[in-house]
């Protein structure tokens, strides 16, 4: 088993099944124990049963454990069809109920006048009834969407708001008087009436019915997907969802689906489904953590493989041996109201006011509760690293995070005496200057293995203050050293905090008696040391314009190749080195050579992929032909020979590799000319080559390859201190084909050659403002 020391990308959205794979690969053996103690998704379970393991997993937000035991079972597909059938024959107000519950979704069909049951309707935020309607009559065939009339808003009427239906759904959330019950009232407006009457009727009846039975999960399984397609938070089909909508507000426009065809299609497609992986589930955790070989009459018997179910950290972990578990690999809990607030109602509608109030905790808490979600994880660290193995590790993979995400579990995980292997940080945006100490959203790999409790040797407030900056300036330094090149502040943030833990500060930060919260310390200390060292050791370089923001970079510039040529050149020969790649395996071999602090951001890769390769079927991907290396050297070779031919064509005498050049004319009296030839992003060379005191004098242009355009104005754009040295230095830039489409033409002159510079590196704004001949 080797570790995972190098990030690997998330290359299809959603699916992070190589990512698991490869942890469980590097961290476990044949039959060992993983463990998911905050289970979001069948994803761990599915890769730990293929790879040949055990693995149990559980959660205390009873619907993911819903989603993922069904996931994992074959539903009992006549029963559940048949449940379906039953309840839509059950009498309601003198009808079948299905009839009841579809004909308040009734509208008339403007081609034949008869009356049809819609299939949505179009809301606009805050009116009282809907704005248009789709249709599709059965009888003349006419299909569409068309204005609502007097007819539609009359049939909202037939339902009372606050009937007996509005009571029943509230009641199954929160039954006492208080913030719990207050709050699921709000929640209920996200329903219009027509749909929370619906609900209520389908869960009542459900409930009455199968509860017991067979068929009950995938019935509820059903209900959730007509909680979540059938709230004001939907917008219409077509049309984009609105940034509003993580926030509870509904979009301007939303959907008000057809509930009772939803919830028939989504039982027969249920009823139709095929397990992820084929597999008995364990009844308890018992089974899988401790299997038994034996039956009580001697017979041997499969062991059980997998365990799905709701269950919080402490009773998991009473019954899992101690240090029997090799991996524990989840995906952390989110925090704050936005994220708890439906759950906490879905789980009231589903399973009752007692499991909802087990929700309500996380639901009352802020997203920027940190402090909160500290001493909780750091709980849970404290009761989970009992049943891990003494060589086992803990990873947890977080998709899109902030900066306090970073900092509450390194200080959790550090409380609790566990020990930091690595972390990996992937920035989810591009890399730009942000203000001097805010983050970047990303994708975060922690790793940690069991450790041992602080030293006990004394150390005062002020030496771990001290300390605690020295270290910071010394990582931050570090970071942009083997980086090779400015970067925005998470990218510091990042191995700061790596390296506190490495030195064991964290935990004393933990385990001292300062008044100050832990946060607030570090933040406070780690903010003061980069600012003491700005101006000395650091500086914060600045856009025009852009006061507030700023990249890192080093006072005395490292004599090391930038971290985005070095990755340039990587694409480059990963593509060379095979007829063609598949792009996973691809980025794979892209990230495994920059490990650690040196993992690339997305953009850059994937601007070089584009750069260098060409999309072949099936996502496959080959270098270009004309990037193959006799291609290069034989293009090179032709804007070398039309250099020379023009110099000598002007008096000049041509020189090749003087002062690290590629062409140099030079004259008597006359200022002379100096030429590099580019067929890369590569521009850090320009500014070695520009201190040779031959050139000062003397114009200097670069010869750029067409190919590399886009790439060179991403490279420009991502950084305004780059720019200002090109232009500092007196770099003009000409693109090879308008140089050859140039020279071709008779009667050129010297004088012309300036009309050819295509590019001013200080006019370059953002990514869409460049322009090239």
């Not at 034949?112 to 299939?119: G, M, T, V, Y």
């Not at 969407?145 to 708001?161: G, N, T, V, W, Y």
């Not at 329903?191 to 389908?202: D, G, P, Q, S």
């Not at 420009?716 to 003009?732: D, F």
Request: with cysteine.
């Amino acid at each position: 088993m080797t570790s995972v020391d190098y990030f690997i990308p998330d290359t299809e959205a959603h699916n992070l099944s190589h990512v698991i794979v490869a942890y469980i690969k590097a961290h476990t053996e044949t039959n060992a124990l993983v463990v998911d103690p905050f289970c979001q998704s069948p994803a761990i379970i599915v890769e730990a049963l293929a790879l040949g393991r055990r693995v149990v997993a559980v959660s205390f937000n009873p619907l993911d454990a819903l989603r993922t035991r069904l996931a994992l079972i074959s539903p009992p597909a006549r029963e559940l069809l048949a449940a379906v059938t039953r309840l839509g024959d059950l009498p309601k107000a003198g009808v079948p109920l299905r009839e009841h519950l579809q004909r308040l979704y009734r509208t008339t069909c403007p081609q034949c006048s008869k009356e049809i049951i819609a299939d949505y309707f179009v809301w606009e935020r805050g009116q009282e009834t809907p704005k248009r309607v789709a249709y599709h009559c059965t009888a003349c065939g006419d299909a569409g969407l068309r204005d609502c009339d007097e007819s539609d808003a009359r049939i909202l009427r037939e339902i009372q708001p606050r009937g007996l239906h509005y009571w029943y759904a509230l009641d199954r959330v929160a039954r006492r008087e208080g913030s719990g019950r207050k709050f699921a009232s709000t929640l209920l407006e996200l329903y219009t009436t027509r749909n929370l009457y619906v609900l209520a009727n389908l869960v009542l009846k459900i409930d009455d019915l199968f509860a017991g039975t067979a068929v009950h999960d995938f019935l509820r399984l059903a209900l959730l997907r007509c909680f979540e397609l059938g709230s004001k938070l939907n917008p219409p089909p077509g049309e984009p969802g609105s940034p509003h909508v993580p926030h509870l507000h509904p979009p301007a426009r939303f959907v008000e689906r057809n509930l009772w065809r939803l919830f028939e299609d989504t039982a027969q497609g249920l009823a139709r489904q095929t397990p992820a992986v084929e597999v008995p589930l364990a009844t308890n955790v018992k089974n899988v953590a401790q299997p038994s070989l034996m039956t009580v009459t001697g017979e041997p018997t499969p062991p059980a493989r997998a365990f799905v179910g709701r269950m919080p950290i402490r009773q998991l972990v009473s019954e899992i041996p101690p240090d029997c578990t090799s991996l524990i690999l989840t995906q952390p809990p989110q925090i704050g109201r936005t994220y708890w607030a439906l759950p906490y109602l879905w789980t009231g509608w589903l399973y009752g006011h007692i499991e909802s109030s087990l929700l309500w905790p996380l639901v009352r808490r802020r997203s920027s509760d940190w402090p909160w979600y500290l001493r909780v994880m750091n709980a849970a660290f404290s009761a989970l690293q009992k049943i891990l193995h003494t060589d086992g590790h803990i990873v947890f993979i977080g998709q899109n995070k902030g900066l306090a995400y970073h900092e509450a579990l390194a200080l959790a995980a550090a409380g609790a005496n566990l020990r930091l292997e690595s972390v990996l940080y992937h920035p989810r945006v591009p890399e730009t200057a942000t203000k001097p100490f805010a983050g970047l959203r990303g994708d975060y790999r922690f790793t940690w293995t069991r450790g041992t409790p602080p030293p006990p040797w004394p150390m005062s407030s002020e030496e771990l203050k001290a300390k605690l900056r020295q270290i910071a300036v010394i990582a931050a330094e570090e970071v942009l050293q083997q980086r090779g090149e400015p970067v925005p502040f998470a990218r510091l943030h990042c191995h700061i905090w790596q390296t506190l833990a490495w030195r064991g500060i964290l935990q004393r930060v933990m385990a001292s008696k300062e008044p100050l919260p832990p946060l607030d310390l570090l933040r406070d200390q780690i903010r003061t040391a980069l600012q003491e060292a700005t101006g000395h050791t650091l500086v914060r370089l600045r856009d025009e314009g852009e006061e507030d923001e700023c990249l890192w970079w080093l006072k005395e510039v490292p004599d090391v190749l930038p971290l985005t040529e070095r990755v340039e050149q990587a694409v480059h020969e990963i593509l060379a080195a095979a007829a063609d790649v598949e792009y996973s395996e691809f980025m794979s071999l892209v990230y495994q050579r920059f490990p650690g602090i040196l993992t690339p951001d997305g953009e850059w890769v994937m601007a070089c992929l584009k750069s260098y390769g060409q999309q072949l079927a099936a996502g496959r991907w080959a270098l270009k032909e004309a990037d193959r290396p006799e291609q290069r050297q034989g293009a090179r070779e032709k804007v070398t020979h039309l250099l020379v031919d023009l110099g000598k064509r002007w008096g000049y005498l041509p020189e090749c590799g003087v002062h690290g050049m590629d062409i140099w004319w030079v004259q008597a009296e006359h200022i002379p000319f100096a030429f590099v030839i580019l067929d890369s992003a590569a521009l850090s060379r320009l500014l070695r080559i520009s201190t040779a005191e031959a050139l000062t004098r003397a114009r200097k242009f670069v010869i750029f390859s067409e190919a590399r355009q886009d790439l060179l104005r991403l490279r420009l754009a991502r950084s305004m201190a780059l720019r200002k040295q090109l232009v500092a230095s007196g770099w003009q830039f000409i693109q090879d084909t308008a140089l050859r489409q140039w020279a071709s033409q008779s009667g050129i002159a010297l004088a012309d050659l300036d009309s050819l510079v295509s590019l001013d590196p200080l006019a370059i704004q953002s990514r869409t403002q460049l322009s090239f001949i």
